[in-house]
């Protein structure tokens, strides 16, 4: 057991490694430089971990979800242990609520109230950290997220969860351009298929994030 643990955690830092060097061509020290990490101005955002996707019963379950589930548990830990403000969402749209473009083009929504559309019991929010519904890629959206931030002081998002280049990228780009800099997770993030997810890494690298791995969060939270 020991040694197929050793071997999960290895295959999951090459993973890391070859993204990372992926989007290498489109990182910019300038750009890290001037967009430091700051713990006591940050806050984790964990994005759609709903049973929904995480469920291997599911139809949308992303078999690429099971490769971000200890990273973004890591973090979720460090936060906790720091007092970093954890946020969650939760994607569902309630019956009585138009599904707009969402149902139209996928044909399919998730249902406020049903058990898919539940936070995965292993990354349950404490009672005190705030999650916020949303029927939109962009947790910005119809959500009170960005006054949430601005009341607490917040300036920098640390971004988890799925689909990367859905709702993750999509929120990562709102968060830039409200003013927030955005951190990333390259392997705290997960989509339907490699492709997509490393292809919306390059882009947000290039033009709204900062990419960075777990272990060099949590590195930069015991300094």
């Not at 970093?84 to 599904?99: K, S, Y």
Request: with cysteine; glycine share 6%; aromatic share 8%.
């Amino acid at each position: 057991m020991r040694r197929l643990e050793r071997v999960v955690r290895h295959n999951g830092e090459t993973r890391t490694r070859e993204i990372l060097k992926a989007v290498r061509p489109y990182t910019s020290r300038r750009r890290s430089v001037r967009h430091k990490f700051r713990p006591h101005e940050a806050a984790l955002l964990v994005i759609d971990m709903q049973r929904y996707f995480l469920d291997e019963s599911s139809h949308a379950y992303l078999p690429d979800s099971g490769h971000i589930i200890e990273n973004v548990q890591s973090l979720i830990s460090r936060c906790r242990e720091r007092s970093i403000p954890i946020l969650f969402t939760r994607h569902a749209h309630r019956n009585a609520e138009d599904t707009g473009n969402m149902g139209t083009w996928w044909g399919d929504v998730i249902r406020d109230g049903t058990g898919m559309s539940r936070i995965d019991s292993r990354f349950a929010p404490l009672r005190k950290e705030k999650v916020f519904r949303k029927t939109q890629y962009s947790a910005f959206v119809g959500t009170g997220l960005e006054r949430w931030l601005r009341t607490m002081g917040v300036s920098q998002l640390l971004i988890t969860g799925v689909m990367t280049h859905l709702c993750c990228e999509t929120t990562a780009r709102d968060a830039f351009m409200k003013g927030f800099d955005v951190f990333f997770v390259v392997d705290g993030t997960a989509s339907k298929t490699p492709d997509l997810h490393l292809s919306s890494i390059k882009t947000l690298t290039d033009g709204f994030a900062i990419p960075v791995s777990t272990k060099e969060v949590l590195k930069w939270m015991r300094q």
